[in-house]
């Protein structure tokens, strides 16, 4: 197991019995690893989440909760840096004081997320809308999939260099993935199978924007997918075991490295967690 590996792991059994503080430095056999720092919450709220990071990892984006029993409770998205701290980036006029960050760019200046807007509480008081947002440009609203009877939706991911969203977007039959830039809008990337209402969704982006991965129905399974431009939307399967039978199996694509040219799906028969990588 590498060092890297190690200290999250580390981290994760030390948070789950609260062992560690500010700024706590972990250590391995090769010596000083990594230092992990608290980054606390916004003021009146009682707990916070990270989504996702920056590839330097100097800007973390999340979402700030005031409380998780309510279900109408305020949730702002923030966007913390070391020398800034924690700052709440708002969230869409009309709506709940709600939304959550779940995507950054390789440098940390363009975010993603989702947020209760005017639009999605016209349809239902707990319903969002995606979102992008810059330091320059605020948030902005992106809407539904264009022509059809969009009611909720999200972005879940934002390319490296900035220019890509991705998400997922109800439409005429269920929810699918989006590719959003500012140049063609929002585009509905499709499904495995058009015979079902599908909820299916983006999950990650390459560097560039040529490559998103996520999961679609397929049949009676949902499945991992891998989507570019030339070859459309493909899925990548779900690992089989003698014991599979004719269960309804189950695999989504999570990450995908930077040229895209290797996916990182997570796979489960139910009851049987696993994890594979493939290869393009």
Known sequence: MKAQQICVAAAIAALAVGALWPDQVLYAAGGRVASFTWLGKLPG?????VYALSDD??????ASYRDHT?????IRAFRWTRAGGMQA???LAGGDQSSEAFGVSADGSVIAGSSSSTLSFSHHPFYDEPFVWSAAGGMQALGYLPGTNGQYGGATAVSGDGKVVVGT???DNG???LRWTATT??????DLDSRWGNQDSAFAVNYDGSVIVGVSQLGFDRTAFRWTPGSGMQPLGTLLTPASGSREKYSAAFDTSEDGSVVVPVPALRIEPAAFRDRF
């Open 70 to 74: 309510s279900p109408r409770s305020v």
């Open 89 to 91: 980036i708002g969230d």
């Open 57 to 62: 990892g100097s800007t973390v984006v999340g």
């Open 175 to 177: 929810a699918h993935p």
């Open 45 to 49: 709220d009682q707990s916070s989440a």
């Open 185 to 190: 809008g929002m585009l509905d990337l499709g």
């Open 169 to 171: 977007s109800t439409g």
